[in-house]
């Protein structure tokens, strides 16, 4: 029988390994943004941002703007008219008759002027709109120019067929076409119920009709903000959820932005245990000095000390359970300092008293019937 060996041997099927590799160092992307990476991120410019929802804001503004000041535009706009209609009889007397670039050109910067006072209400509140939905969706105010820098990645002709390609492109063509298609049919409905006003343009006169053009475009405008509006709130949830599940981070990443920002855990689990350490050993260092050690008897040890010229009740000096406590009797065995069992006093001066702190009130009674048996007992009393 012939052994298929390792030079001859095909494989049925070939699998390419890779393809079960998971993505980025330390694995996937499934732990949330810490917020030093959404700080970080933030002064680079980048936040969850929606062109559709400043736009439908902006043009929200500027309808509601031309309401209010549809009145104030349309008198505007007709004194206007009737100023420089009636001017044009003594520029005419003025210059023999006709027109000239110097008359022509006052009578221009003229109107320029008056048409900019007109519209100080409409560049006042697309200033006012546009900083403010950015500072919304910025989360502040922020002014950085990070992203004024030249990169030559933006440059590439590769990255920018990518770009177009992209299901990100895709979607942004869908998305413009519903957009102009639900824009199309709601300013078709609007116009559709005033189409028996606007045949009224006809017969009435120049100033009613004015004013009906502008109701008709508020109108118009009004509704297709509204629904605009919707698509901009809706496409910018989209960009908050995108925004945030490609700021997601890998676990590995998480653990490395900690060790960077707060050291590494072992190190500092290290320096935590020595100053432990060194704690316990001046609080050993103050239990030869301690009036008397109270004991549970064998799990907590609380050595106490009293001096009248220090504080008005005695002081915790050390304490500990389980072998801290036995370290605290033998350090006390070897100092004749004198070791009373009491389980509940133990207790209550172990849970509730740190070291280097006075006793409290309530257990005034029960420690001074201690201290006075070994005071009398010393001959201290």
Same mark, same amino acid.
């Given at each position: ?6 030079? !001859? ?51 929200? &503004? @500027? ?14 706009? @007709? ?21 000239? $670039? ?15 006072? %007109? ?13 403010? %939905? !950015? ?24 990255? &920018? ?21 639900? %824009? ?23 100033? +009613? ?23 901009? /709130? ?25 060790? !960077? ?11 935590? +245990? ?5 704690? +316990? ?14 004991? !549970? ?8 000390? $009293? ?16 072998? /801290? ?57």
């Amino acid at each position: 029988m012939e052994i298929e060996t390792r030079e !001859n041997y095909i494989p049925l099927l070939a699998y390419d390994l890779q393809r079960f590799a998971k993505e980025g160092p330390g694995g996937e992307k499934t732990e949330p943004a810490t917020q030093k990476k959404l700080d970080d991120a933030r002064k680079d410019g980048k936040v969850a941002k929606s062109k559709e929802l400043t736009s439908a804001v902006e043009l929200l &503004g @500027l309808f509601l703007v031309m309401k209010l000041f549809m009145a104030y535009v349309a008198n505007g706009l @007709l004194n206007l008219f009737s100023y420089f209609y009636n001017k044009i009889p003594d520029l005419l007397v003025d210059n023999h008759g006709g027109f000239t $670039y110097k008359s022509t050109n006052l009578l221009a910067s003229e109107a320029c002027l008056k048409i900019i006072v %007109i519209s100080l209400p409409f560049f006042g509140m697309g200033v006012a709109v546009a900083v403010g %939905i !950015n500072v919304f969706m910025m989360k502040g105010i922020l002014f950085t120019t990070k992203p004024l820098k030249p990169d030559l990645k933006k440059f590439n002709p590769a990255n &920018g067929i990518k770009k177009i390609v992209s299901k990100d492109s895709l979607f942004e063509l869908l998305k413009s076409i519903l957009k102009l298609g639900v %824009i199309a049919l709601v300013a078709y409905a609007v116009l559709k119920g005033q189409i028996n006003q606007i045949f009224l343009l006809y017969d009435i006169e120049l100033e +009613q009709a004015v004013i009906l053009v502008g109701q008709v475009i508020i109108n118009t405008g009004l509704a297709i903000s509204a629904v605009y509006l919707v698509v901009g /709130l809706v496409d910018w949830i989209y960009e908050y959820r995108k925004f945030n599940n490609d700021m997601k981070m890998t676990k590995q990443e998480v653990k490395d932005e900690m060790k !960077n920002t707060e050291g590494d855990p072992q190190i500092k689990g290290r320096q935590r +245990q020595r100053m432990r350490e060194a704690s +316990q050993r001046r609080m050993m260092s103050d239990v030869p000095s301690a009036d008397v050690i109270i004991t !549970n008897p064998t799990h907590i040890a609380v050595a106490l000390k $009293y001096d009248d010229a220090v504080s008005k009740a005695p002081i915790v000096v050390a304490k500990g359970e389980e072998y /801290l406590a036995m370290k605290i009797k033998e350090i006390a065995k070897e100092n004749k300092v004198d070791i009373v069992e009491n389980k509940p006093l133990a207790r209550m001066l172990y849970t509730n008293v740190e070291i280097g702190a006075e006793i409290p009130p309530e257990l005034y009674q029960a420690v001074a019937e201690i201290l006075a048996v070994i005071y009398k007992t010393k001959n201290r009393i």
